[in-house]
C-alpha cells in the first residue's frame, strides 16, 4: 500500500508561481517514476509531467514546457512541481502518481500509474 499525499496548491493571480509537494510512503519510493496530472472541471485527468525513478529523465506536455520542472528528492521521498507563469487556463486539481513497475522512463500514461493522491486545488486567476 502507498499513500501520497500533496500539499502546496492555492489560488495565485496569472503570472505567479506556486510549488507543489508529493510526500509517498509506504514502498520503495525511489525504485519508482512519478507523475502529475491535472484536471479541471468536467474535463478528463490530463497528463502534465512525468520523472524517473532515477530523476535524471522528465517529460512534459506541451502546454506547460518551460513553465513546470518536476523534481524529486528520494532522501525525503517527495516528488515536487514548480509551476511558473501560471496561466488562468492551469486551473484545475493537481494529482500526484506512483507508476506500477520499478525502473521505467518517465510515463505519459495514465494507466501506468496505480496510486494517486488526493489531489490539491490550482486555481489561477486573470
Known amino acids: 500500500q502507498v499513500q501520497l499525499v500533496e500539499s502546496g496548491g492555492g489560488l495565485v493571480q496569472a503570472g505567479g508561481s506556486l510549488r507543489l509537494s508529493c510526500a509517498a510512503s509506504?514502498?520503495?519510493?525511489?525504485?519508482?517514476?512519478m507523475g502529475w496530472f491535472r484536471q479541471a472541471p468536467g474535463k478528463e485527468r490530463d497528463f502534465v509531467a512525468a520523472i524517473s525513478w532515477s530523476g535524471d529523465s522528465t517529460d512534459y506536455t506541451d502546454s506547460v514546457q518551460g513553465r513546470f520542472t518536476i523534481s524529486r528528492d528520494n532522501a525525503k521521498n517527495t516528488v515536487y512541481l514548480q509551476m511558473n507563469s501560471l496561466k488562468p487556463e492551469d486551473t484545475a486539481v493537481y494529482y500526484c502518481?506512483?507508476?506500477?513497475?520499478?525502473?521505467?522512463?518517465?510515463?505519459?500514461?495514465?494507466?501506468?500509474?496505480?496510486?494517486w493522491g488526493q489531489g490539491t486545488q490550482v486555481t489561477v486567476s486573470s
Open positions: 502518481a506512483c507508476q506500477y513497475r520499478q525502473f521505467r522512463p518517465p510515463s505519459t500514461r495514465l494507466y501506468e500509474y496505480i496510486y
Open positions: 509506504g514502498r520503495t519510493f525511489s525504485s519508482y517514476g
